[in-house]
């Protein structure tokens, strides 16, 4: 159990240190994929 919490603690601060560079890279592929949808929808 210490080894898992251990794991996932170091998980969680590693993923703390890179959201802001993951997210700056995930908003706009979201943003593309929910206009693709839409357009597709739309396009019914």
Partial sequence: MNQ???Q?????????????????KIIPTVLIIALATLVLLLAR
């Fill in 4 to 6: 898992l919490k251990q």
């Fill in 8 to 24: 996932e603690l170091r998980y969680v601060l590693n993923s703390d240190s890179f959201a802001r560079k993951d997210a700056i």
